[in-house]
């Protein structure tokens, strides 16, 4: 399994923009998808996840300025910034529990899986 993110880079503040996630491989199901971000010399801390059904939890640091969303049938994670500042500059990180296609027949069973990260700066 892989994941794949894209659609960072450098931005100016308050230019919207969004990162893509998708996830490729031996996949039965996906049941929460979120996205991470890691500041310089910080700590991952959890942006927003969505699980299946839709349910969504946030860092309330982004409420009313990001979204996430997901496409089941792309296997993909999106997040809409909509107005970045410079406080966002991180490398974001996607992740989803999946379960596996060669294991389906063991039940449920999810294994977390990471994609590579992508770096949004902001610029003021």
């Known amino acids: 399994v892989q994941l794949q993110a894209s659609g960072g880079g450098l931005v100016q503040a308050g230019v919207s923009l969004r990162l893509s996630c998708v996830a490729s491989?031996?996949?039965?199901?996906?049941?929460?998808m979120g996205w991470y971000r890691q500041g310089s010399g910080k700590e991952r801390e959890l942006v927003a996840s969505?699980?299946?059904?839709?349910?969504?939890n946030w860092d309330e640091k982004v409420v009313g300025r990001f979204t996430i969303s997901r496409d089941n049938e792309k296997n993909a994670v999106y997040l809409q910034i909509y107005s970045p500042e410079p406080e966002d500059t991180a490398v974001y990180y996607c992740?989803?529990?999946?379960?596996?296609?060669?294991?389906?027949?063991?039940?449920?069973?999810?294994?977390?899986?990471w994609g590579q990260g992508t770096q949004v700066t902001v610029s003021s």
């Open positions: 969505i699980g299946r059904p839709l349910h969504s």
């Open positions: 491989g031996d996949i039965f199901l996906i049941n929460s």
């Open positions: 992740n989803a529990d999946i379960w596996e296609k060669s294991k389906w027949s063991s039940g449920p069973r999810y294994t977390t899986y």
